[in-house]
């Protein structure tokens, strides 16, 4: 069971817009910044929000991060066929003193 | 253009031992500490292991705490991870990760990795 929880999967259609949550405490998600990566089928993960709310160059404006109290969400407007991955929440923890990653949650474009 | 290129990935008997490497290029290696991640078959993504860029300062997940060692060298650009005491938990795809920022003192990991290599997998089994 994962420190930070994110739902197993979500879903949309062709320019909806997703929210992917990811759920921590006070300790991870509550005093630290959050990082999201992309992992799409049978390629290395990819960082695609970093300081919970900031994207690298190269990664679409469709993609946002936010952050509040213990929870994060990814948001992912205009979805796209080639969105279909596996996304990652991951956050330092001050209790564990460990990096801790989500469960990952799987999105489907229907 | 950066590039992580890991090896050693094998099949090896419960109780074995395996040294995993991860070759660096189109970087500064000794300027940023790398990090091990993995992932075991169907499941999600597991922080293993990190080193400051130094080498000075390691941190281990609890899972593989006193049976993996990190080290890097710098003059050859490569990370390690010795793996010993292996069981069927530790098999997956293992990720070397370059940490995106230059820290001047690695007190904690933060899990901020802006380049992954393509894994090489480990698969413990008898």
């Known amino acids: 069971q994962s420190v930070l929880t994110q739902p197993p999967s979500a879903s949309g259609t062709p320019g909806q817009r997703v929210t992917i949550s990811c759920y921590g405490s006070s300790s991870n998600i509550g005093s630290n910044s959050i990082y999201w990566y992309q992992q799409l089928p049978g390629m290395a993960p990819k960082l695609l929000i970093h300081s919970s709310n900031h994207r690298p160059s190269g990664v679409p404006d469709r993609f946002s991060g936010s952050k509040s109290g213990t929870s994060a969400s990814l948001v992912i407007s205009g979805l796209r066929s080639e969105d279909e991955a596996d996304y990652y929440c991951?956050?330092?923890?001050?209790?564990?003193?460990?990096?801790?990653f989500g469960g990952g949650t799987t999105l489907t474009v229907l | 253009e950066v590039q992580l290129l890991e090896s050693g990935g094998t099949l090896v008997q419960p109780g074995g031992s395996l040294r995993l490497s991860c070759a660096a290029s189109?970087?500064?290696?000794?300027?940023?500490?790398m990090s091990w991640v993995r992932q075991a078959p169907g499941k999600g993504l597991e922080w293993v292991a990190s080193?400051?860029?130094?080498?000075?300062?390691?941190f281990f997940a609890d899972s593989v705490r006193g049976r993996f060692t990190i080290s890097r060298d710098n003059s050859k650009n490569t990370l390690y991870l010795q793996m010993n005491s292996l069981t069927a938990d530790d098999t997956a795809l293992y990720y070397c990760a370059k940490d995106a920022l230059q820290r001047i003192r690695m007190i904690v990991v933060v899990p901020y990795f802006n380049y992954w290599g393509q894994g090489t997998l480990v698969t413990v089994s008898s």
């Open positions: 080193i400051s860029d130094s080498g000075g300062s390691t």
């Open positions: 991951a956050a330092w923890d001050d209790s564990l003193s460990t990096p801790v």
């Open positions: 189109g970087f500064t290696f000794s300027s940023y500490a």
